[in-house]
């Protein structure tokens, strides 16, 4: 499916189904792709039809039990469009959406862009571009009906799952000093306890899942830009969700983030 006719008609399925909010069994024979790097043409072409500018990344699947759950071997990279960003304080939508889900993230915004080169980057080096740290929640859905069988390939097409994001307030504490890889997380939806977790469910560490995703947009020859925010995976069980709920997520000393839910 190499052909550029082919990735824009693979774009143009996925980001219908999407903005109608309609569900495919799978894309086509013809325009399905092999590859995740032919899924990522795909969800490139489907920025690029969106009309949106890039606001950031996101990163699905980042742990082992994520990964079982839709059938993938490691993590999958999606884009965040600015169009799905919905402002501190204001409604999320939830209709027309089947995962039902939001959850807590570790999100990181770039001072300065890292270009891509064959040399993978450090974790330090990525670090060192980073400009401020904010918990963040993601509201992710799937334009396949049945997104746990649909494949690796086929989820980066369709983004990786990104629908709706939120980010929180930076934080004002010196977090370059933390173990993020130990740092407790707990979400609460009306008040009551709906899930806690580490920063250790993130690949083991939201700051190696960073640099995970600047290597592997690296390797696609595709730099991470300043200003742009990457948001690391969840690090608590995705929480079920329903119009009407308040999520608050709590990182303690990191700050807190509240998202409130409608049809």
């Not at 899942?209 to 742009?228: D, F, K, P």
Request: aromatic residues 6%.
């Amino acid at each position: 499916m190499s052909q550029p006719e082919i990735v824009r008609d693979a774009a143009a399925t996925l980001y219908n189904a999407w903005m109608a909010g309609t569900r495919l069994s799978a894309l086509p024979d013809a325009m399905r792709p092999a590859t995740e790097e032919e899924g990522f043409a795909v969800q490139q072409a489907i920025a690029a039809r969106s009309g949106s500018r890039r606001f950031g990344w996101k990163i699905a699947a980042t742990s082992l039990a994520g990964q079982k759950h839709i059938g993938v071997s490691g993590p999958l990279v999606g884009s965040i469009l600015e169009s799905r960003v919905i402002p501190s304080g204001s409604p999320v939508p939830l209709a027309g959406m089947i995962m039902g889900v939001a959850e807590a993230e570790f999100a990181f915004r770039f001072g300065r862009p890292l270009l891509p080169r064959a040399k993978p980057y450090s974790v330090p080096e990525v670090l060192d571009a980073v400009a401020s740290l904010h918990p963040a929640i993601e509201i992710p859905d799937s334009r396949y009906s049945d997104f746990v069988t649909a494949g690796a390939p086929q989820l980066v097409a369709d983004n990786a799952c990104a629908c709706w994001f939120t980010l929180g307030p930076a934080t004002a504490i010196d977090w370059r000093k933390l173990d993020l890889s130990t740092h407790a997380v707990t979400a609460t939806v009306g008040g009551k306890v709906a899930g806690t977790g580490t920063g250790a469910n993130v690949l083991g560490d939201p700051r190696v899942a960073l640099a995970w995703l600047v290597n592997r947009l690296s390797g696609l020859g595709v730099a991470v830009c300043e200003n742009e925010v990457v948001t690391t995976g969840t690090c608590v069980v995705p929480v079920d969700i329903k119009p009407g709920d308040s999520l608050v997520v709590d990182f303690g000393v990191i700050g807190t983030h509240e998202a409130r839910f409608t049809a």
